[in-house]
């Protein structure tokens, strides 16, 4: 049971350049979140898809476009990459208000 | 402000004591609250959820929830040097399909 798989691992992209985060869960889950973390910022919200067919602005939408394109994947689109978005990516999935569930996390630097 | 608050630490606590962690959410309607750990460089990993009013009890941790003041506690008893983490709180929020979490609190157990 593979839970929640996110690609890449890692990432360097330069100023500029567009990118796609993927993320897949198996848990047949409803609800899916990506956000980005900085230290000391705890995680904040970018997109967040409460079922398939529905997307929602977070916390920090500006910069990235999301697309739910089936219930098990949830994918972020960087479209022009800047610095100001080196991060580390989690993608994660819940059902109704249930605990949250993370994937490994994507570790991107913007140069 | 944000929707969910925690002290950022450092929070100190030698081994065998009691830490005591904190958090406070805005939304009143939020009804379910989490408290994740995350290791560095790790994904966080839920350890406690609670829903209702009062305490619960999971081994060395209780969660205390506080709807009529919006606070939510953990305490880690008999602390040891494997709970030097940072502690994430979330709530549900948006009608249970957004969960948001707080800025995290580094917690260190001295030996």
């Known amino acids: 049971n593979a839970g929640v798989t996110q690609t890449p691992k890692f990432q360097v992209l330069k100023t500029g350049q567009s990118m796609t985060l993927q993320c897949a869960q198996d848990m047949n889950h409803n609800s899916m979140y990506w956000y980005r973390q900085d230290p000391g910022m705890g995680l904040r919200l970018i997109y967040y898809?409460?079922?398939?067919?529905?997307?929602d602005k977070g916390e920090v939408p500006n910069g990235y476009n999301v697309s739910r394109l089936n219930k098990r994947e949830f994918s972020l689109r960087l479209e022009s990459a800047a610095p100001s978005q080196t991060s580390v990516y989690f993608c994660?999935?819940?059902?109704?208000?249930?605990?949250?569930?993370f994937g490994q996390g994507t570790r991107l630097t913007v140069v | 402000q944000k929707e969910v608050e925690q002290n950022s630490g450092p929070l100190s606590v030698p081994e065998g004591a009691i830490a005591s962690l904190n958090c406070t959410y805005s939304?009143?309607?939020?009804?379910?609250f989490f408290w994740y750990r995350q290791y560095s460089g790790k994904s966080p990993e839920l350890i406690m959820f609670i829903y209702s009013n009062g305490d619960k009890e999971d081994g060395r941790f209780t969660a205390q929830l506080n709807k009529a003041s919006q606070y939510v506690s953990l305490l880690i008893r008999d602390s040891q040097p494997s709970d030097s983490a940072t502690y994430l709180c979330?709530?549900?929020?948006?009608?249970?399909?957004?969960?948001?979490f707080g800025s995290g609190t580094r917690l260190s157990i001295r030996p």
């Open positions: 939304d009143r309607g939020s009804q379910s």
């Open positions: 898809s409460a079922s398939e067919g529905t997307t």
């Open positions: 994660a999935s819940s059902e109704g208000g249930a605990q949250a569930f």
């Open positions: 979330a709530a549900d929020t948006g009608g249970a399909s957004k969960i948001i």
